[in-house]
């Protein structure tokens, strides 16, 4: 089993910033992709910036040049840096990690969740 921790949400103004982060931890061997997506109330759950493991990045034309995705592979840890913050930005905010276990498997895990609102 694997658990995704997220944090670092919370209520910024517009034209603000926040950083958040994702730990994953349990039966891992390694993880291939880590990324962020986010659901806004009576809209359909988007992607928003990936990252894979040899540090190859995907951003939703939304936020590219606002947001930056990193990883740490030796923590299991996936960060999103978010800038220039707008209200449109408001939303759920979901940590993903496609996860290989010790026996070669992979398997897709979210998070729990974390909100973001930008107040404009």
């Known amino acids: 089993q694997v658990q995704l921790v997220e944090s670092g949400g919370g209520l910024v103004q517009a034209g603000g910033s926040l950083r958040l982060s994702c730990v994953a931890s349990?039966?891992?061997?390694?993880?291939?992709?880590m990324g962020w997506y986010r659901q806004a109330p009576g809209k359909q759950r988007e992607l928003v910036a990936t990252i894979g493991k040899s540090s190859s990045t995907n951003y939703a034309d939304s936020v590219k040049g606002r947001f930056s995705i990193s990883g740490d592979n030796a923590k299991n840890t996936v960060y999103l840096q978010m800038n220039s913050l707008k209200s449109e930005d408001t939303a759920v905010y979901y940590c993903k990690a496609d996860v290989v276990n010790p026996f070669g498997r992979e398997f897709r895990y979210w998070g729990q969740g974390t909100q973001v609102t930008v107040s404009s």
């Open positions: 349990g039966s891992i061997f390694s993880i291939n992709v």
